[in-house]
T-cell receptor
């Protein structure tokens, strides 16, 4: 069965650079969630989209932006990268109507800022 | 406010021992959902179980069992006859049914379980 795809899996950037993380949800899923997990930390919710509209916003820095496209894939854009942005970034997808039953996580993108 | 507390930061056991991971949650919602995820060293988040607030039945799946008690706001996870492959970080998480935050998961800090051979 198709799973959530995230690309790239690993990314190394320098301070002040920009990064774009991509998430391809499971086919027919209409909702995407982004989480950030710092080293030794729990995943923290960043932002979510439903039907290409932002549906919820968490502790996402102003330097970050995200969107969901017409094919339902989502991109997280991160600018002016800081060392503290080094983390594992997870994307999860679901059908909004069944979000409490099925929410599938991607393998994550490990971002390292040097 | 939604809050999940996993008081055990690290647990070490020897293979074949039973181990219980504790999870205490706080919410004002009457409808909510509780989850357990496993994060092995490779980093992915593996879904283990979901429970809704109206279903207090305990569940057993192989060596895994879960004890949900609303009276104490706890959702504990027990691994019976632990194995080395059970070594991972285990997260307990909570979500609610509110439209604005539908599906958002609130995670605990996680418990690092190490099973020694």
């Amino acid at each position: 069965a198709a799973g959530v795809i995230q690309s790239p899996r690993h990314l190394i950037k320098e301070k002040r650079e920009t990064a774009t993380l991509k998430c391809y949800p499971i086919p027919r899923h209409d909702t995407v969630y982004w989480y950030q997990q710092g080293p030794g930390q729990d995943p923290q919710f960043l932002i979510s989209f439903y039907e290409k509209m932002q549906s919820d916003k968490g502790s996402i820095p102003d330097r970050f932006s995200a969107q969901q496209f017409s094919d339902y894939h989502s991109e997280l854009n991160m600018s002016s990268l800081e060392l503290g942005d080094s983390a594992l970034y997870f994307c999860a997808s679901s059908l909004r109507a069944r979000v409490q039953n099925e929410q599938y996580f991607g393998p994550g993108t490990r971002l390292t800022v040097t | 406010a939604q809050k999940v507390t996993q008081a055990q930061t690290e647990i070490s056991v020897v293979e074949k021992e039973d181990v219980t991971l504790d999870c205490v949650y706080e919410t004002r919602d009457t409808t909510y959902y509780l989850f357990w995820y496993k994060q092995p060293p490779s980093g992915e988040l593996v879904f283990l179980i979901r429970r809704n607030s109206f279903d207090e039945q305990n569940e057993i799946s192989g060596r895994y069992s879960w004890n949900f008690q609303k009276s104490t706001s706890s959702f504990n996870f027990t691994i019976t006859a632990s194995q080395v492959v059970d070594s991972a970080v285990y997260f307990c998480a909570l979500s609610n049914d509110r439209g604005s935050t539908l599906g958002r998961l609130y995670f605990g800090r996680g418990t690092q379980l190490t099973v020694w051979p």
